[in-house]
T-cell receptor, first 113, second 114 residues
Framework: KAGVTQTPRYLIKTRGQQVTLSCSPI?????VSWYQQTPGQGLQFLFE???????NKGNFPGRFSGRQFSNSRSEMNVSTLELGDSALYLC????????????FGPGTRLLVL | AQSVTQPDIHITVSEGASLELRCNYS??????LFWYVQSPGQGLQLLLK??????LVQGIKGFEAEFKRSQSSFNLRKPSVHWSDAAEYFC????????????FGPGTRLSVLP
């Protein structure tokens, strides 16, 4: 089975721009979660989608949003980028049973200048 | 609120030596606990997980972890470290209504001396 894929792998943007990141989950996985990883804050949960609905949301401003499509693929969007949004954004997928393992993609590294 | 602590930011061991990485969690219900490893520039790879049952869990690459409810701990061990084990290790607890909101510890960076 193919793993979780994320595109693009690297991005450079300037402050004030917006960005969209994409995630394709493992086939058969319907839950997709997004995490932000920075040296200062570590790994932080952004949100989780299941069956095109956001089920959980972390403590991030409204500039961070996401969606999930009927094929379980997910996108996250960050509007009005700030320097502090520079991070590795990780997507993870899992089956929908409670306590199931999340399988992570390689991440998208975003640099905001 | 759920939280995970990893007291050791950086550990250095010699190749062939044993390893123990500490993890403590705070969670109200029965926890789902995970250890992941991350190599530089890579995503996270699952080493092992505790769901229920036997408190000693075996994982990949020769790693094991022991769940101790009384100590709220889930320490990761390996009897003999290889140079390729140098990486960052994260302990996590599955939280949220559906267990899909993972709360991660700050990570422990492992260096291996030849």
């Amino acid at each position: 089975k193919a793993g979780v894929t994320q595109t693009p792998r690297y991005l450079i943007k300037t402050r004030g721009q917006q960005v969209t990141l994409s995630c394709s989950p493992i086939s058969g996985h319907r839950s997709v979660s997004w995490y932000q990883q920075t040296p200062g804050q570590g790994l932080q949960f952004l949100f989780e989608y299941f069956s095109e609905t956001q089920r959980n949301k972390g403590n991030f401003p409204g500039r961070f949003s996401g969606r999930q499509f009927s094929n379980s693929r997910s996108e996250m969007n960050v509007s009005t980028l700030e320097l502090g949004d520079s991070a590795l954004y990780l997507c993870a997928s899992s089956v929908e049973k409670r306590g199931e393992t999340q399988y992570f993609g390689p991440g998208t590294r975003l640099l905001v200048l | 609120a759920q939280s995970v602590t990893q007291p050791d930011i950086h550990i250095t061991v010699s190749e062939g030596a044993s390893l123990e990485l500490r993890c403590n969690y705070s969670y109200g219900a029965t926890p789902y606990l995970f250890w992941y490893v991350q190599s530089p520039g890579q995503g996270l790879q699952l080493l092992l997980k505790y769901f229920s049952g036997d408190t000693l869990v075996q994982g990949i690459k020769g790693f094991e972890a022991e769940f101790k409810r009384s100590q709220s701990s889930f320490n990761l061990r390996k009897p003999s470290v290889h140079w390729s084990d140098a990486a960052e290790y994260f302990c996590a607890v599955g939280a949220g209504s559906y267990g899909q909101n993972f709360v991660f510890g700050p990570g422990t960076r492992l260096s291996v001396l030849p």
